[in-house]
Each structure stands twice: as C-alpha cells, then as structure tokens.
C-alpha cells in the first residue's frame, strides 16, 4: 500500500520543490502523420520511472469528417501498453482477436509477453463526423521473468476504477494502490499510477513510491517555491511527505513504482537482452508475428 498523510504534508518532509525534484522533463514533440504527440519517456535524461519506460501525452488532436486515427499494425514484445484517454475514441484490434473501443475513463491494458500485433484506429461513426482526440498511452517494461509470458488483452471499464476525494481534490487510482484504494487492473511489478484534477489553489499530498514521476496534463502546479509548468514531468525523489499546489485549474498524472533494471528499447520493442530485440526485428520483417483478424491488410514496416 502506498502511504499518504494528506493532514501531515506541513509538517514532515522538504519544504522546497528543489529538494524534491530531481529533474524536469519538457516533452518532445512527434508527428505520428494524423496527430502529434508529446513524448516525456524515455527522454535523454531518463529512461524509466519505476516499471515505465513510455509516456505519450497524445493530442489534443481536431480531427474534421473523414479524418482521424489509423495507426495501422505493429508488433510490441516484452512490455504492456496503457492506454487511458481524456476525449474521443479509439478502436483497439490485436491478434488475439480482441476487438474493443476505449473511451474516456477506461483502461485498456495490452501485455505483449512474447509477442502481439495490434491496431489503433476509429470506428466509422466517430469518423464521421468532426471530433477530437487526447489522452495519455504508456508502456510499462514487464520483470525479467514474466518477458516471455503468453500474450493477453485486458480491458477495464471506467466504471471499475477507484476514484476518492482527498481534501476537496478527485483522485482515481488507475493502477496500484493509493489513498486506501487499489485498482482492479493487472500488474507485474510494483506500478503507481494516479490522476486527480486540482482547482486554483488546492493542495494535493502525493503517494509514496520507490520511484514516481508527476506530469502536468494541463495547468500548472507549485511544490515548494518551484513551478511545474503545462506538459512538463517532474521525476520526484522518494521523500516523505510531498504536496503540490494548483497554480491554476490542473489535470495531472503520477507514476511510479520498483525499478526493475536496465531495458533496451528500440523502435515498439522492450526487452531486458538486446538479442531478443534484434530476434523481433527479423520476425517482424519475414513475417513471423501472427496478423490482426479484420485488419490484415495493411502494417507498420520495420523502421530503417
């Protein structure tokens, strides 16, 4: 259980945002073709916080009539992908067969173990008209042991999630345990993963983990003296007692959790031996991975 102690913040731990922060990530922008993304994770300065090795923040994207997402398939080894949206839908297909829409509140959570395909994409209905996109899809590295494991899709209604109210602040606890609540959804290792919506000036005590990270969604926050502007990601030390204060109307997002070693990650690949890296580009290439049922045709070729 991740420990809070929302009364005691004032009293216990740093009182500067220097002390705390070990670092301040900005994101770089992507051109994913129909929408761009901004990627904190992995960055030159970090390359995981906890078990997470990916952090996209996607949109917000306007899509008008006709257009919107086509992520065509891709294979994925050795990780799980987190796919949690704010607005909009996407249509997920694997090649397992799953066939399922996410939509804002839901989590959907892919383990690649030894191999998948999947495709992202929008049904005819949302395409059809205008509409946007946003949402955050992170990758989690799985332990050492459990890289090989079976393929498997598991998708979790928003519904299902915790969600609490910690001093006047909403708080869901999509993955893990925190604020005396824990999560239905799946984990291999010690994994944190919050969100909460702060009004201008209320104060938020964070959960403790041996590794975490905060990102700024929208708005903007103070720990301490220091600012943590819009789409930036502050990699946190472990100390006790940490509160952040909304400079404005904010949406964030804390990960965290064990460090689970080094991992290599090259292109949709993650593994802890680069070899078995080296081993999916050659599948992918020769065409050893399994398709997608109902979404055969097209693919994603192995970058150059």
């Known amino acids: 259980m991740h420990k ?3 009364q005691g913040e004032h009293e216990r731990g740093p009182t ?8 301040l990530l900005q994101p770089h922008e992507k051109d994913l073709g129909e929408f761009s993304v901004r990627r904190l994770l992995p960055s030159a300065k970090r390359t995981m916080v906890g078990p997470w090795i990916f952090f996209d923040h996607m949109g917000p994207a306007d899509f008008p009539p006709g257009k919107g997402v086509k992520v065509r398939p891709h294979p994925h080894i050795n990780l799980a992908t987190v796919t ?15 066939l399922q829409p996410i939509v804002p509140g839901d989590i959907n959570l892919m383990v690649a173990g030894r191999g998948i395909v999947h495709s992202e994409r929008e049904r005819p209905e949302i395409t059809a008209t205008a509409h946007r996109l946003q949402g955050l899809q992170l990758w989690l590295a799985l332990p050492e042991a ?13 519904a299902d999630i915790p969600a609490r109210t910690i001093d006047g602040v909403p708080v869901r606890v999509l993955m893990g345990a925190a604020y005396g609540a824990t999560s239905p959804v799946k ?11 702060l009004k201008t000036g209320q104060r938020l005590a964070l959960p403790e983990a041996p590794e975490r990270a905060l990102y700024v969604a929208s708005g903007g926050l103070r720990l301490g003296r220091m600012t943590l502007p819009e789409h930036s990601m502050a990699i946190l030390s472990p100390a006790l007692g940490v509160a952040v204060e909304a400079a404005t109307d904010s949406r964030i997002a ?3 959790g064990e460090a689970l070693g080094e991992r290599f990650i090259d292109w949709n690949f993650v593994s802890s031996r680069k070899e078995r890296i080296e081993q999916a580009k050659a599948d992918w290439c020769t065409g050893r991975f399994p398709l997608v049922p109902g979404d055969e045709e097209e693919f994603i ?3 150059d």
Do not use: Q
């Open 301 to 303: 070729p192995l970058p």
């Open 4 to 6: 809070t102690d929302p």
């Open 84 to 98: 949690y949206l704010f607005e909009g839908e996407i249509l997920h297909r694997d090649s397992l067969g799953s």
């Open 16 to 23: 500067h945002g220097e002390e705390v922060v070990e670092m």
């Open 146 to 158: 459990d890289e090989e494991i079976e393929p498997a899709f598991h998708h979790y209604p928003g």
């Open 187 to 197: 984990t291999f290792a010690e994994t944190l993963y919050v969100e909460a919506h």
């Open 254 to 256: 804390l990960i965290g």
